[in-house]
């Protein structure tokens, strides 16, 4: 499947995702988030669920995370056009509590579905909720960011980054220097995946956790 082919799947894929009613967020939703960049994109986002902003507006991180995000990115040479960026949630938990475990487990293959379209070499973790997810292990963020390793997503043999959450540093503003740190990283890392193939799926351990109690009272205080 070449890049134009990839982008019209993805895009088919998100219009049959806009009626999606597997969990019980689908009742107190604006609209469905999917996801939102290039779908040729080298490195994939994943973040935790839509926020007030996102669940407005229909697409993630619009919100002062969001452009955290994008300085971020410029800091390593890219925009938004060249990544793909999408959550673990398509749907807004309401007064943006924690996603719940079966809420996490319906839209699980959304994700991983994305995932299979775009074909990221690096897939970056945002939070706890999708390094857990993505990773297979309840190790949290402050263990495990800017570490990578070698996963099997879909049908695709990826790079997986954990990163903290944007919103941890608008929060905690000494962990800015962290983030910068780590997103300093990528472009090696993208690199470096160029020798990763795509290989039979394999199966992994379900695992879901909360997220980091700055990202928690961040979305509270509705910074995002």
């Known amino acids: 499947m070449d890049a134009a082919e990839r982008a019209a799947a993805l895009h088919a894929y998100a219009d049959e ?6 969990c019980a967020l689908a009742t107190g939703r604006t ?3 999917f996801g939102s960049g290039n779908a040729d994109a080298d490195l994939m986002l994943v973040g935790e669920a839509p ?3 996102e669940d407005q507006q229909g697409v993630p991180f619009v919100g002062q995370a969001g452009q955290l995000l994008d300085r971020l990115l410029a800091g390593i040479g890219l925009e938004r056009g060249d990544v793909y960026v999408c959550n673990t949630l398509k749907c807004r938990p309401a007064g943006n509590r924690d996603p719940l475990e079966e809420e996490i487990a319906a839209c699980e293959p959304h994700l991983f579905r994305q995932i299979e379209l775009v074909q990221p070499r690096v897939v970056a973790t945002l939070g706890n909720f999708a390094t857990r997810l993505l990773s297979g292990r309840p190790l949290g963020i402050t263990r495990v960011h ?3 390793q070698e996963v099997t997503l879909g049908s695709s043999r990826v790079l997986l980054y954990p990163l903290y959450h944007p ?17 300093g990283r990528l472009p090696e890392l993208l690199g470096r995946a160029v020798a990763i193939e795509p290989v039979e799926a394999e199966p992994r351990p379900d695992d879901a956790g909360g997220d980091d109690t700055a990202v928690r009272e961040v979305v509270q ?4």
């Not at 995702?17 to 597997?22: I, P, Q, V």
């Not at 205080?221 to 995002?224: D, R």
């Open 31 to 33: 609209q469905v988030v």
């Open 17 to 22: 995702t806009a009626s999606c009613t597997r």
């Open 167 to 183: 919103a941890a540093a608008l929060y905690t503003p000494s962990m800015l220097h962290v983030l910068e740190q780590d997103f």
């Open 146 to 148: 800017g570490s990578e």
């Open 51 to 53: 926020g007030f902003h």
């Open 221 to 224: 205080l509705g910074l995002f």
